[in-house]
């Protein structure tokens, strides 16, 4: 009869070390198949344990399958003889590391922000409220769309700072502005006709597929993208951010605006889908008018995201549907539950109750519009700009510096990387490749820049054009 | 020359008020197409303004595109007469109430918890130790794949609590297990055949048009499905829960795993899902051994919540994936952003840490199984099992409950609200419907069910049957 030396067993409770050894016996063969294992009281015998201990190894292997029972004959060992051995992994995983972020003297990249500008303190105390008068409905399952709460909030601050009259039920939240995309496109037929202006939206373009979508590039000019070209593409969505036009920045104006509206108004499933993402910072006059507020017929998709606005590590973005494709949405998409916490939606529902985005959004845009003149200032004083022009139009974050250069786009990457500058170039976004010999664009992201590094950071910049 | 009166502008800043005045005139025409407007310094004294408040109204319709400016001639109304008038909409908008929520005396359904069991003064205090050591990468960009201090406290809990061997690079956080199965799901062709038991998750197969794959039902028994259909189907990925197989809540046998590894180790482009969902719940013996960790070819995708141990608004779910699969996410789907804050990837690593996950677990583990023992009880003492039996398996939150009756789902549904029950039924979870004549079978999910109302619930379910 088989035995087992129970000494062994280490830390494991009797019962484990027993149910792990029968199993394995039986996965190798040394317990037959259909071998009869003796009774649970003879075998707590044997073993001097007590018949529990037999009892539950038992249990563990009758409902994983390793032992089969027969009323009143006993327990037998489950036929596997013919599959191969199977090995059980148990051994200590290994622990990784943070990615060893390399520490720039200046990162050009989008998404980097100054991270001390975020209200911590404030943005805690709203965590804790939520916490503490959320109530039941904190722990229950999120509505798809979004707490109410939150698309209350939404509704006000776009009321109160943008004019905006938005319906909060139109409002659909989600982890982030590529998530709330690849939903929005879930709304369409597989394969629809995206249109992107030609220094549009690059991630888009490059992950069309994974989008669902054909991506047409239109061509057009300073003014925005040439609306005839979208009746000969078979187009049906049109993808712009009126307000600050990606990445030049420059605003779409409004005779643009009204014949994109006439090309959306000529047919029923036409739509413009407008990402409004860093609209929020302006420098001069008031914020632009988004068209969802000028359109007339239900045909505008309106996106944002909070993580432009707070701070990258938050997932919070949302879009305000049409009724058409808010119907739709709530049809065809509603069984997926909503990707934001509640904890989180509370929260940001408070912030901006509270007045604290409102505040947060007002410190920050006179913050950037500091960093941007004195950043300005210290271009237009530096040699650079003997070959060197900047384009800029008095919002985002960022600006464009064109140089009059011979040197290729690697030469220049690595020449930033050995001087601890991160570069971005305007290629990097744009589905245009930059025509002319001669020439190169930069994006000087300034988000992140400290203000006591700005005399340096223009220094290196120009050393490698100008050494 | 155009004029106005600047005494109705209300609250508005003057500049705002002069500037939509003159937008509102271009877009009707009264300003004609190309007419010169007054210069700013004519137009300042007129309205006995300063010359910056028609600078600055000059300035934004200059910016949206209203207005056009000739060098040494003044600006002109751009020419928009083709287009038909806008109406800008400035109406404030609706609030909506949180939608009301029918107050069941007892609701069946899953994703119900009792939420007074949720730790909520140790999860406040893990928010705010994030807050407070996170530090500046609290706010940076979420990796794709989460943050590696979540990755690492999952991975070392596994081992701890299960016995898995997972190295944190597979592991991948996403907003919520039905988000995971999207972007896994996009790891492989469109249309690639899924297989599902007969009784297996119905979401899947109800939606798998959004999931871009075919859904194969697989016949099976008790015991799990045929294997040897997977063959004849052209399956490429099977998905199963072979701890808990949803709704019946039997354990899938070592025997149909091996089989299901021996189909899988035939071809190179076989993968087997395993959603663990809710293995943490088990009530007798230990935790069942995860195919994951009996697969030595690098096969199993491993799915697990927090939504279920922990509470269903918080939006946390992790996959584990193979070599070959991570390493196609990292190429393929890398560039997307991760779905989760930070604030609660490092929250919830803080939580596991501390050892309070695994308290919170062991407390709920406690207080189901008293649930269960209670219910039980209640149900074998009732009338009603003269009708019907339980069928369960000592795991997860919910039993089955047969019941010999002839009527139907409708009127059992509606008596049940006239009852205060939300009755839910195993068609609801199951892509088979019940052939047997004569018999309907019920989910009793218990897990939201408060003791004291135990045996009312009983009652009032028997009196739908039995009155």
Sequence with gaps: MITYDLSKRGKEPLYVFLYRQIRDDILSGKIAPNEKLPSKRTFAGNLNVGVNTVANAYDQLLSEGYL???????????????????????????????PEETDYFMDFRANRINLNNFPISTWNRCMRKAILDGGDSLYKTVPYNGIPELRNAISAYLFRNRGMSVNPERIFIGAGTEFLFKRLFELFDKGTNVAIEKTGFKKIAEHADRYNINVKVIPGDDEGMDVSALHNNDVEVVYV?????????????????????????????????EDDYDSEFRYSGRMIIPMFSEDNKERVVYLNTFSKT????????????PEELAKRYKETLGFYSCTVSSFEQYALAEFINSGAFERHINRMRNFYKKQRVAILKEFENSRLMKIAEIEEHNAGTHFLLRVKTDLDREYIYNEGINKELHISFFSDYSVQSEKEEGFITLVINYAAIVSDKIHEVVTRLTDIFMN
């Design 68 to 98: 089969y029972s027969a009323e009143k004959k006993g327990y037998f060992a489950t036929d596997m003889h013919q599959f191969s051995d199977i090995r059980i992994n148990t051994s200590e995983p290994v622990q990784i590391e943070s």
């Design 241 to 273: 951010a009126p307000a600050n036009r990606f990445p030049t920045g420059k605003v779409l104006p409004i005779k643009k605006r009204l014949e994109l509206f006439s090309w959306a108004y000529k047919k029923k499933e036409r739509f413009i889908v």
């Design 310 to 321: 707070m701070v990258p590590s938050l997932r919070i973005s949302y879009m305000i549907l």
